[in-house]
T-cell receptor
Framework: EVQLVESGGDLVQPGRSLRLSCTVSGFTFDDYTMHWVRQAPGEALEWVSSISWNGYSTGYADSVKGRFTISRDNAKNSLYLQMNSLRAVDTALYYCAKDLGPFYDGIGYYLDSWGQGTLVSFSS | EIVLTQSPATLSLSPGERATLSCRASQSVSNYVAWYQQKPGQAPRLLIYDASNRATGISARFSGSGSGTDFSLTISSLEPEDFAVYYC????????FGGGTKVEIK
């Protein structure tokens, strides 16, 4: 069974940093592109970042470019999101998600398995 | 950035009725569109990819169509468990999601 478990969400102050983690099981992690997607309370889904199976290719939404860094450790079956210079607008539930197919299948960048999310919120 | 606009924002229908949801892209995305269903308190679930392919385990009452800039998701006969929020997503240029359509019970 595919499982994705996010952690690291917290109550933070604007300007601070936070590192989210996603630990996966049930599939060959290093065959899949992985993604972070967030959802502010009552709002739509927003793509945050993606990383290729080998970590060589990454992409970011304009809203987080230069502040967030995605990475992965294939030996640990783990995905990360380093978030710096956090802003109140970054308040959201952060999901990690895996690609529909392995990198050699050509049906990437559709998200077929998701974690339950980790919450990032702000204190004044 | 490719913008996806979904309409209507809310669709009020009764069980057994047909639902048609629309997603329009700000530029051509070929057929690189997916649809997701999200229920309160749950993560999204992939329904359709490449505009018209059903994901594994998805009921045949869900169908997708379209290419270029205009796409639609049709639910042929609404079941009680289908009342939810639906999002489209493109993968032509990284990823973006639409704003969602809520299908509610009339």
């Amino acid at each position: 069974e595919v499982q994705l478990v996010e952690s690291g969400g917290d109550l933070v102050q604007p300007g601070r940093s936070l590192r989210l983690s996603c630990t996966v099981s049930g599939f060959t992690f290093d065959d899949y592109t992985m993604h972070w997607v967030r959802q502010a309370p009552g709002e739509a889904l927003e793509w945050v970042s993606s990383i290729s199976w080998n970590g060589y290719s990454t992409g970011y939404a304009d809203s987080v470019k230069g502040r967030f860094t995605i990475s992965r450790d294939n030996a640990k079956n783990s995905l990360y999101l380093q978030m710096n210079s956090l802003r109140a607008v970054d308040t959201a539930l952060y999901y990690c998600a895996k690609d529909l197919g392995p990198f050699y299948d050509g049906i990437g960048y559709y998200l077929d398995s998701w974690g339950q999310g980790t919450l990032v919120s702000f204190s004044s | 950035e490719i913008v996806l606009t979904q309409s209507p924002a809310t669709l009020s229908l009764s069980p057994g009725e047909r639902a048609t949801l629309s997603c329009r892209a700000s530029q051509s995305v070929s057929n690189y569109v997916a649809w997701y269903q999200q229920k309160p308190g749950q993560a999204p679930r992939l329904l359709i990819y490449d505009a018209s392919n059903r994901a594994t385990g998805i009921s045949a009452r869900f169908s997708g169509s379209g290419s270029g800039t205009d796409f639609s998701l049709t639910i042929s006969s609404l079941e009680p468990e289908d009342f939810a929020v639906y999002y489209c997503q493109q993968r032509s240029n990284w990823l973006t999601f639409g704003g969602g359509t809520k299908v509610e019970i009339k």
